[in-house]
């Protein structure tokens, strides 16, 4: 069965760091296009970050460009997204997605199949 769990949200200060992870199971991260987007209550979902499959360009929105970190660990089919310098704009809900589209031309914009339950991120002083 097809799963994506994320974990590593929750409750930090302005400026601090969250690592989120989103481990995949019955099937191998490596073939898909993986990204992570957020969400607010009353907004529309936003792409945060994305690795594309097969070579692995990786996108960014531009308000997270430098602050935060995605990346792969095939061996333990999960994915990360590092969080750095946190701001409160960054509250949301997290959540990582696969999608089967190779060489797609902006992984964050297409559509994905499968979608984890999501982890709370709340940037609060």
């Known amino acids: 069965q097809l799963q994506l769990v994320e974990s590593g949200g929750g409750l930090v200060q302005p400026g601090g760091s969250l690592r989120l992870s989103c481990a995949a199971s019955?099937?191998?991260?490596?073939?898909?296009?993986i990204g992570w987007f957020r969400q607010v209550p009353g907004k529309e979902r936003e792409g945060v970050s994305c690795?594309?499959?097969?070579?692995?360009?990786?996108l960014y929105t531009n308000s997270v460009k430098g602050r935060f970190t995605i990346s792969k660990d095939t061996a333990n089919n999960t994915v990360y997204l590092r969080m750095n310098s946190l701001k409160p704009e960054d509250t949301a809900v997290y959540y990582c997605?696969?999608?089967?589209?190779?060489?797609?031309?902006?992984?964050?914009?297409?559509?994905?199949?499968?979608w984890g339950q999501g982890t709370q991120v709340t940037v609060s002083s």
């Open positions: 997605a696969i999608d089967g589209t190779q060489y797609g031309p902006d992984c964050l914009q297409q559509n994905y199949d499968y």
């Open positions: 019955g099937f191998a991260l490596n073939y898909y296009t």
């Open positions: 690795i594309r499959s097969p070579d692995d360009r990786i």
